[in-house]
Structures are given as structure tokens and as C-alpha cells.
């Protein structure tokens, strides 16, 4: 591996401790690598020294050294390592690597956000690496010479099997291994559906309104399909919407409604699926972080009801990390072979040490233990930012709190979203508002906060500069 | 890893030792597993008797059983696995886990062909586990944990580095990291830029005439443009054609024309380069199969020539295995964003933990090691080939035989390509003639015999037959 391994060693930090009204400590050394960083004098991967070795050579407190290290981290500057040691993060000359997440918040021109509540992004650090690492020893060990070669469209047995018992145990679907499609995250499995979709007649996709303007919406015009959105209410999608609109497939996020938060009720799911089968349409379910449920049981996908009728997508990029770029569908019998050459056609297949490597990280159980080690985390962020909104912004109504990565905030109707987006930026805050989802322009103005990657401090520090940033709209 | 580990410590061999006219040991041991396997009782991943225990259990030589079992991996009913052990290959049932093979060969209906010269197998079986397992630890020892986050569409910026100084040591190209773009392959890098391109308006796409039928041309079709066929010589594409073609782009095998083998000469790159100029067209160089080359040094990618005119194609599905699904593409500054939008859009870029690994391995040596263990086994296949064809079927002219994993073989033109090909499928080979990838279907009848994945006695066997078949056709 090529990294640039220069250290910190020659780090220059100047403080400024006489002053009465000097910034504190901490603040003055993280302004100063940040500085660093940004002048290209601290290159992507140079590693920084220990807090302790920083902390004896500026005479201060480990804590301030540490609490600076923190900061930065947040801000995406650094990242914090395994074994405790702590890298640059960023590209030279400033861009942001994951600069091109799906639904990654906007940041403000030219500089870096201090606290970045764009969603979509996932705590990498977490990713484990020794878990996944045994598992791709065992695949080595264990696997035949012909799993290598091309295979078909679905992807890798072992990976079908292994998702199969995983999602009929755990999110109550119907799966069949021989039904089960391995791609490269929901994106593409979108995409794949409504090439599939588009070549049989289909002419009306119908999505939730709001929901993510980057996979489904644009895939299907590009198709040459009308796109129609469907209100959305506290429990998800409006049915009756939908039963006139005339689709011949829905998009939705029953578990979770992106980005509003409503779990779709029983006798709403039942509804759907009588309107898929008295119509013959598809139902597109998207079950993009249902795994992450705090305060209650999770709410099975509605495949398992009607899986001639549903398409469940999933995928571990909320899970574990992006990068590895693997997604899986369970498919209704009759579109499996056209999915599957779909497949094929777009790039011969997902990678197959992954797609083996993930079967038997399933399989060991590991990909439960990763999940029940990461709820609480992201549980903790979750409750740090519901208790801040709440000290700080008690005027902001969250919902949809229960699951996931991300929560909204409706702002009361005194307050333009647009006004509220743009002073945060200018307070260092990054996030976006719900408006850029809908498809029809009409409805309350909120908030989205993206929270798997921030500490409980930046999430607390970050409610605070937005509470500044509202105060500057009401002032203006 | 679930697999099947039943051994096969009961398997049934009836051997006829007594009548003088009785099959050869070996052929009577193959044929009874063969028969086991087709018949189910020996399940795909179940492990076989060492050799030296099953010729004991039988009172034959292990010589005998060594030589059963190395017809049956060439057949490819079984598998020979790192330690000396040997597995089931098949799928329970007798299909074909490679079905999809982007140019197998098709086989005759319900029985396995027992030589099979399909292009497009590799030797999967060559795949240097260790090597890659090694890189992979030393991936997860040392990469920061954000390359594990959404990356932007070009891929990891590692393993540019790692392609550039390769390429250019290896191919001759003029490579720039900041232009590289990592695909899942020639099949989707072609489909991006054939996305890109018919958006930038270009109409009309030029292919060689014979080329694959299963990429560029039904992706260029698919997307609205028109597709000519440019007639290929034996030095390549016939370039006064190209001048005539009125294209906006042409697919190439320089180094190594798909399937006739032609290389293009010096004079007619530099003529392909100023039409690109001239026109402002672009040039796509396949560079598939150019690092297994036998006879005298290896041609540049025509890349080098004019990186502002070309994009360089290559991939790891030949020259490792298709299962990595890794491709590169180094394209031209003003493409390039377009190019890595387009792959952001179909699935958000290829798996990351792959494209690291990959990197290390480039940059520890390791590929180049592979390969230079590779090209001899390649060379004793291709010449065993040569050898069996000049012995059996002189009749027969092969050409583009300096490089590659296959070679065509010109019929005389009293002899029908289809009859051969059918004639020889009755005789157990399964290969392909040139008319299936002519545009225009006037030409020469030829045969093309992929003989990556057989060993010699199998070429040489599967030689025999197609010599009989062919003498079937001369006689009816």
C-alpha cells in the first residue's frame, strides 16, 4: 500500500495563552491543523502524532489535545484509527473524498462545513475489519476454482443462501435463495428494475413525495417513463393517492419513509398489496436502514406478504460501509431472469470475493454482532440530537425517530426553509431541508439531520450554531 | 462458507480389466465419475479421493486415476483445489455455473461437450490466492478508514497510481492517475462511455468487422446509435474504410484484433490517430488479452500515441479472473468527469476493498509475477494447439496466434463453417465460427478455439474429434 506515511512530527502550533480573551486551547490547536490541512502542509494520510507526545510539547492538557483531535474528526478533517492513532482525512487541496454521496449534504462554497449533518454518510471507522477479514481467509481456504469465473446475473449462491436465512429471520421476508439477485447497492437495483419494467410496457412509476431525487425519479425519466409522486403523511404514503394515480409500480420505503420518518401501518400495507395484485403492478420496497430501530420492534418488510407482488431491496452501505458496494433483491419469480440479465448486461456480475466474503460473514453471525454493536452508538447520537433540538430549538418538531440515521425536524411556518438552510451554512452547518425532495412544492418546510457519522459533542455543538443561524433569520 | 463437504469415499467404479478390446483404465475410471457426476450421486463441491486412495481401493496405478481426473477438470466436471485435492465443478443438475461466459461456447443441448473451446474461460484455478490474501491484510492494516465511504465515480485513488505506473512501464500508455476510472470491466466501461457519448451527441459508432456481438454493439444500438462494421484485414481494421465511415467513434483491438488476431501495423495507427484528430473522434482501444503475448515483444496500446483521442481499456477478467470484476479505463481530460458521473449513476463505483487490494498487489509485484507464470502455461496450450492443427486438420490456417488466449483457424472453402460446427458438437467440441460476430455476413469461414482453461492432452484430444467431424462433413 502506498500511503503517505510522513508524520506530524514538525507540526507548528502556536498558542496564544495570555490574552484574556484568547479562544480556548483546544479551539486554537484544532484551528491550527485544520490550517494545516488546508495549506496542504498535513497530506492526506500523514498520520498525527499521539495525543500525549502533542500535548507534552505544547505543555497543555492531554484533554485539550484530544478534544481538539475530536473536533476535527467531526469536521471530517482527521480520521481516528484502530490502534488509537489519528490521519489526515482529506485530499490535498482540500476536496472531500466522499465528496459524491448520494444524498450528501451541501456544504458551503469552498469551505468545509464544521459540523456536516448531510445524510447518507455512514461512521466508516466503525467497519470489522478483523471480522471481515477472517471471512475473506475462510473464502480463500474454502472456496472451488469455478466460483471465480463468470457467473450468472444473480450472483454467488453461497450469498443467496445466506441472505435468504438473514432476512426471513430477521426482517420477516419470504425469500428464496433461487429468487434472489446480488447487485451493487439500491441505485443499481432501481436501475435494473425499471430497464426491466420499461421494456414490459411500463409507463408510470409511482414514488413517494418526498423522496430521493438521485436513483429512482431520474432513472425512470431517462426510461422514458412518467414519474408521479404520492403525498406522503405521519405513516408513510397515502394509499388512496396512490390507488388513483394510475402506476404500475411504486417506489416506497415502507419501514422507514424516506426522509419524513413514517412507518407505513398494517392496514395501509395490506391496501398497498391489494391495489399491486388487482392492478398487476410492482411494489419497489426500499428497506434502507430498518435494521437500525431503537424504541420498539422492528416492523417487518411488506415483501413478506405478497412476494409475487414485491421487490425487496437492501443493502450494506448503511450497514457497514459504502465500499463495498453490495446490494441484494429478493425478485417475484416472473421478473427474476429478466432482472438477472439486466444484470448481466450492466457489468457481468457484482464482484464475487466480496459477494462470498459477505455470505460467510453472515453466516458466522458477524453481521448480527456488527449491528448489535452499532445500535447503541448510533442510538446515543440519536438521543444527543433529540435532546439538543430540544434544549435549543424547541420550536422544531423531529419525527420519524424511532429507526435509521437521520431525523426530521419540521420548522414552524414562520420560518423559510431556504432562509434557515443558507444561515446555517454560513454558521458552519451543513445540512439540507426537505424541500429539494418533493415533487410538488407545497408543504412544510424541515429539516434533515444526518447523525451516523457525528460525535454526541459535534451533534450538540452543531444544534447550537443552528440555533444561532435561526436566530440570525428571525433578526434579518 | 457452507459448502458441500461430502467426500466421495463410496464411489462406485466398476472397472472391465478382462476383454482384450476393453477401454483404457483411465477413460473407463473418467467415464464412471463423469457418469456419477451427471447423474447426481457425486454433488457439486464434493471432494474426491485422493488419487494415491482411490487407484489403491481400485488395484490400479495412481498414474491411471491421475489421468481420469485431469480429463475430467479439462472437461470441466471437476476441480483441482490448492493442497492437491480435486471437487465436484458442477452444478447438481449439469448446468454450467460460467453459463454466462460474455462469449462461451455454446455447447451442445442437455450434454456437456467433452472439450470445450469457448472463448472467454480463464484459468480460473490460477488465481494466486495466497498473493491476493496478503494484499487484502495489508489493505485492512493500513488504509484509512474514509476510502471505505461513498468514493467520487473515478474509484480509489491507490490503484490509479498502481495502473499508471504499470501501464506506462507495461503498455506503453500515457496514463495520468487524475484521468483513470475504474469500471467493473471492457463490458460496463464501454457502456459509460457509449452513455456518454451518445449525450454529447455522437451518432454513428464504428466496430470492427468481426467483433463481439455482446458489448458495444447492442450497447450502442440500445442507446440510439448507428453501428458499422469496418472490414479487418490481417494487419486490423482496414483504416481507408474507417476515413469512409463518417463515425464519431471506433471500438479497437490494436494489439490484438478479437477474433482474427491481426495486429495493426505502425503506419495504420498514426492513420486511425489523425482521423481521430482530424474528426474529433474518439478512439476506444480493448487492450483485452495484450499481457499474454509468446513470440516477440508486446505492441503498445495505441493509447500512448494520443491520450487526448483515446480511451485505454483494460481489464482483470483475462489476465486474473472475471470474479474480480475490476476494468480501468485512462480517458481523455475532457471526458473524464462525464465518464465517472455516468459510473456514479449506474452503481455508484466498484467495490473498494477489490480496487485496494488490487493496488497493493500491482505495486508489490505481484501481477507482474502472475503473469510470468501464466505466459508459459498460455504458450504450451497455444503451441499444443498449433501442433495438434498442423498434425491433424493442415488444411486449416490459424492466425493471430503471437498473443492472447485463443486463435482463429481459416476453413478452406469447400468446407461450410456451420456444417464443421455442428459436425463437431456431435463429436463432443463445443467451439464457435467467425460468422456469428461478422457484420456483414460475407467472408471466410473460421473457427475460433479459446484454449485458455484446457490442458494440452485435452487440445490435443479435442483436435482429434473436430478432425473427425470435419471428415464427417467431407463424407455426407
Not at 210 to 216: E, H, L
Not at 293 to 313: E, F, K, N, S, T
Request: charged share 20%.
Amino acid at each position: 500500500m502506498r500511503t503517505n506515511s510522513s508524520t506530524a512530527e514538525d507540526l507548528l502550533i502556536e498558542l496564544d495563552r495570555n490574552r484574556t480573551r484568547a479562544e480556548p486551547l483546544h479551539r486554537q490547536v484544532a484551528a491550527s491543523i485544520r490550517e494545516s490541512v488546508r495549506a496542504g502542509r498535513l497530506r492526506h494520510g500523514a498520520s498525527l502524532p499521539p495525543t500525549r507526545t502533542l500535548a507534552a510539547g505544547l505543555g497543555v492538557s492531554r484533554g485539550v489535545v484530544v478534544e481538539a483531535y475530536q473536533q476535527l474528526v467531526a469536521e471530517g478533517y482527521l480520521t481516528s484509527r484502530a490502534g488509537g492513532y489519528t490521519q489526515v482525512a482529506l485530499e490535498p487541496g482540500g476536496a472531500r473524498v466522499a465528496a459524491a454521496a448520494p444524498a450528501a449534504g451541501p456544504g458551503t462554497q469552498g469551505v468545509a462545513p464544521a459540523v456536516d449533518f448531510g445524510y447518507g454518510h455512514t461512521d466508516v471507522s466503525t467497519f470489522p475489519r478483523a471480522a471481515w477479514l477472517r471471512s475473506v481467509r475462510t473464502v480463500f481456504a474454502a472456496t472451488p476454482d469455478d466460483r471465480f469465473a463468470y457467473l450468472d446475473g444473480r450472483g454467488v449462491p453461497e450469498l443467496h443462501q445466506a441472505l435468504a436465512d438473514y432476512l426471513n429471520r430477521v426482517r420477516g421476508t419470504s425469500a428464496d435463495p433461487r429468487h434472489t439477485v446480488i447487485c451493487s447497492g439500491f441505485g443499481q437495483g432501481v436501475s435494473l428494475l425499471i430497464q426491466v419494467l420499461a421494456a414490459r410496457g411500463a409507463r408510470r412509476l409511482a414514488v413517494e413525495d418526498p423522496s430521493p431525487d438521485d436513483d429512482a425519479r431520474p432513472l425512470a425519466a431517462a426510461a422514458g417513463m412518467d414519474v408521479v409522486g404520492i403525498p406522503v403523511g405521519p405513516d408513510g404514503i397515502l394509499v388512496g393517492e396512490l390507488e388513483k394515480a394510475d402506476a404500475d409500480a411504486v417506489v416506497l420505503t415502507p419501514s422507514h419513509q424516506w426522509p419524513t420518518g413514517g412507518v407505513l401501518s398494517a392496514a395501509a400495507r395490506a391496501r398497498v398489496i391489494r391495489w399491486a395484485k388487482r392492478r398487476g403492478a410492482l411494489v419497489i420496497e426500499d428497506d434502507y436502514d430498518a435494521e437500525y430501530r431503537y424504541d420498539r420492534a422492528p416492523v417487518g418488510a411488506i415483501q413478506g406478504l405478497a412476494p409475487g407482488h414485491v421487490v425487496y431491496c437492501g443493502t450494506a452501505s448503511k450497514t457497514l460501509v459504502p465500499g463495498l458496494r453490495l446490494g441484494w433483491m429478493l425478485v417475484p419469480p416472473h421478473l427474476v431472469d429478466d432482472v438477472a440479465q439486466a444484470k448481466l448486461l450492466a457489468d457481468r456480475g457484482s464482484a464475487v470475493i466480496d459477494q462470498l466474503t459477505f455470505a460467510d460473514f453472515l453466516a458466522r453471525g458477524e453481521f448480527d454482532r456488527h449491528l448489535r454493536r452499532m445500535r447503541p452508538v448510533y442510538r446515543r447520537r440519536r438521543d444527543a440530537l433529540l435532546a439538543a433540538l430540544d434544549a435549543r430549538l424547541p420550536e422544531l418538531t423531529p419525527t420519524g425517530v424511532a429507526a435509521g440515521q437521520h431525523v426530521v425536524a419540521w420548522l414552524p411556518p414562520d420560518l423559510d426553509e431556504a432562509a434557515v438552510v443558507a444561515a446555517a451554512a454560513r454558521r458552519g452547518v451543513a445540512l439540507r431541508g426537505v424541500a429539494r425532495y418533493r415533487l410538488d412544492p407545497a408543504g412544510p418546510g424541515g429539516l434533515i439531520f444526518g447523525y451516523a457519522t457525528l460525535s454526541e459533542r459535534a451533534i450538540t455543538g452543531g444544534i447550537a450554531r443552528l440555533s444561532r443561524a435561526i436566530g440570525d433569520v428571525r433578526a434579518s
